[in-house]
């Protein structure tokens, strides 16, 4: 079949397609729509624009353009709102004018990734989520149409475990720290299910020639604390057991809400309130439909040693750190050279080079705006370039004390020795630096 998978870059979106392309499928990814027509790399990809794209007559041109598709699948989402991508428009509109598209344009069964709710949601619908609430509109739309027109398959899934996936690399990356804390008690009931069960899953319902529309609580085969769930992280990863404590509830939706304003999207208040609510559901079903258990928490990494896992997820929060820890050291070394420390201690240190006077308030002066320079550059370009450049300028620094003021190896507080751990951590850094930055849409 010919299928088009809107979302196809996203951790879902990547899985499914590999599955489908592996079962003999025709495979189109839509794309967010790039800013330069020339980032689309693949001659099967398509550009869309879910917060733009919201009139069916958008969808139904793209579609006659690709021919006859006969499947779409939804993967598109986001879990943080911003001034320009809404719940409203990405979980709501968009889909909404795909699925009225496609079943003018003769596409046979649509896939939506719907989202697993509270077990509360049905007797009180006022406590859904922007989120969840744009999620089951989109829903709502694709199963009116539905009855005499195209079939479809709603999968609403738990957290969805996998090596490379945003929610996994956060657990892992949060119980590879020392101590941890949980909101609450982390008595929260979770019920994860395997990335592998979720594409499995699409790929019966599309093999069955009469397939039935049908809406699945896609989840693992055992409900579990969210604290037992870190729990398992931890243990996949070979280490001991975490401390972990409790942070009261309302410090955690202030830190939620305070989340939002930073380059993340995992921590969102609605996040918050859906763990809240409980994320389960009865796994029978699933089960059926996909002729065997999910997989439990003992297969989420099989064949991937715990070492690898560790290494991994302590990479996750070290290398920011080291960069924060790094860019710090310039900052408050500009800021000492710039004035907290007495100007004429600075310009002493500069006698044994020959220089005084202008010349050497000049070489303070841009010296101390190349240290802030790096701080800014460590924080907001890190480049394998910018890792060598400090390696080189520390390197030359300590090359000049040597000629000029060797007695400051011997200086009892080691001033010159402390570049020794610098040097290695940005041998580190450089190490990791991949400079490339990819597309999660």
């Given at each position: 079949?010919?299928?088009?998978?809107?979302?196809?870059?996203?951790?879902?979106?990547?899985?499914?397609?590999?599955?489908?392309?592996?079962?003999?499928?025709?495979?189109?990814?839509?794309?967010?729509?790039?800013?330069?027509?020339?980032?689309?790399?693949?001659?099967?990809?398509?550009?869309?624009?879910?917060?733009?794209?919201?009139?069916?007559?958008?969808?139904?041109?793209?579609?006659?353009?690709?021919?006859?598709?006969?499947?779409?699948?939804?993967?598109?989402?986001?879990?943080?709102?911003?001034?320009?991508?809404?719940?409203?428009?990405?979980?709501?509109?968009?889909?909404?004018?795909?699925?009225?598209?496609?079943?003018?344009?003769?596409?046979?069964?649509?896939?939506?990734?719907?989202?697993?709710?509270?077990?509360?949601?049905?007797?009180?619908?006022?406590?859904?989520?922007?989120?969840?609430?744009?999620?089951?509109?989109?829903?709502?739309?694709?199963?009116?149409?539905?009855?005499?027109?195209?079939?479809?398959?709603?999968?609403?899934?738990?957290?969805?475990?996998?090596?490379?996936?945003?929610?996994?690399?956060?657990?892992?990356?949060?119980?590879?720290?020392?101590?941890?804390?949980?909101?609450?008690?982390?008595?929260?009931?979770?019920?994860?299910?395997?990335?592998?069960?979720?594409?499995?899953?699409?790929?019966?319902?599309?093999?069955?020639?009469?397939?039935?529309?049908?809406?699945?609580?896609?989840?693992?085969?055992?409900?579990?604390?969210?604290?037992?769930?870190?729990?398992?992280?931890?243990?996949?990863?070979?280490?001991?057991?975490?401390?972990?404590?409790?942070?009261?509830?309302?410090?955690?939706?202030?830190?939620?809400?305070?989340?939002?304003?930073?380059?993340?999207?995992?921590?969102?208040?609605?996040?918050?309130?859906?763990?809240?609510?409980?994320?389960?559901?009865?796994?029978?079903?699933?089960?059926?439909?996909?002729?065997?258990?999910?997989?439990?928490?003992?297969?989420?990494?099989?064949?991937?040693?715990?070492?690898?896992?560790?290494?991994?997820?302590?990479?996750?929060?070290?290398?920011?750190?080291?960069?924060?820890?790094?860019?710090?050291?310039?900052?408050?070394?500009?800021?000492?050279?710039?004035?907290?420390?007495?100007?004429?201690?600075?310009?002493?240190?500069?006698?044994?080079?020959?220089?005084?006077?202008?010349?050497?308030?000049?070489?303070?002066?841009?010296?101390?705006?190349?240290?802030?320079?790096?701080?800014?550059?460590?924080?907001?370009?890190?480049?394998?370039?910018?890792?060598?450049?400090?390696?080189?300028?520390?390197?030359?620094?300590?090359?000049?004390?040597?000629?000029y003021s060797p007695e400051y190896y011997l200086h009892p507080f080691g001033p010159v020795l402390k570049n020794l751990p610098i040097l290695a951590l940005l041998a580190y850094l450089f190490a990791h630096q991949t400079d490339t930055r990819k597309d999660t849409k």
């Amino acid at each position: 079949m010919k299928i088009l998978i809107c979302g196809a870059r996203g951790f879902l979106g990547r899985h499914i397609s590999h599955v489908l392309q592996d079962a003999g499928h025709e495979v189109w990814h839509g794309v967010r729509q790039p800013k330069l027509p020339e980032r689309l790399t693949d001659p099967e990809e398509i550009a869309i624009n879910y917060a733009q794209d919201t009139e069916p007559a958008i969808w139904e041109k793209r579609l006659r353009s690709l021919g006859q598709i006969d499947v779409i699948i939804n993967a598109v989402g986001i879990l943080n709102e911003t001034p320009e991508l809404s719940f409203d428009a990405i979980h709501r509109d968009a889909p909404a004018a795909l699925f009225y598209a496609a079943d003018r344009c003769g596409v046979k069964a649509v896939v939506q990734i719907s989202a697993l709710g509270g077990t509360n949601e049905a007797e009180h619908p006022e406590t859904m989520t922007g989120y969840m609430r744009s999620k089951r509109a989109a829903d709502k739309v694709l199963m009116d149409i539905g009855p005499g027109g195209l079939s479809y398959l709603i999968l609403r899934p738990s957290l969805v475990v996998g090596i490379d996936g945003g929610s996994s690399q956060l657990f892992r990356g949060m119980t590879s720290l020392p101590v941890l804390g949980l909101p609450g008690r982390g008595e929260q009931q979770v019920q994860p299910v395997h990335v592998d069960d979720l594409c499995a899953a699409i790929a019966l319902w599309l093999a069955d020639e009469n397939r039935h529309s049908m809406v699945l609580n896609a989840v693992g085969p055992q409900a579990m604390s969210y604290r037992g769930m870190l729990e398992i992280y931890r243990s996949a990863m070979g280490m001991p057991a975490q401390y972990m404590f409790s942070i009261p509830m309302p410090v955690m939706r202030f830190a939620a809400s305070a989340a939002t304003l930073l380059p993340q999207n995992l921590l969102t208040p609605d996040s918050l309130r859906m763990l809240e609510q409980d994320n389960v559901a009865d796994a029978t079903s699933f089960a059926t439909h996909l002729g065997r258990p999910a997989k439990s928490h003992k297969d989420w990494f099989t064949g991937i040693p715990d070492h690898m896992l560790a290494s991994s997820a302590i990479a996750g929060w070290s290398l920011p750190l080291f960069r924060y820890a790094l860019a710090l050291v310039w900052f408050v070394t500009a800021a000492v050279s710039f004035g907290l420390y007495p100007i004429s201690g600075s310009l002493a240190l500069l006698q044994p080079l020959g220089l005084s006077g202008a010349p050497a308030m000049f070489m303070l002066m841009a010296a101390s705006t190349l240290d802030l320079c790096l701080g800014l550059a460590t924080l907001l370009w890190p480049r394998r370039i910018l890792w060598l450049m400090q390696i080189a300028l520390i390197v030359g620094y300590s090359g000049i004390i040597a000629i000029y003021s060797p007695e400051y190896y011997l200086h009892p507080f080691g001033p010159v020795l402390k570049n020794l751990p610098i040097l290695a951590l940005l041998a580190y850094l450089f190490a990791h630096q991949t400079d490339t930055r990819k597309d999660t849409k």
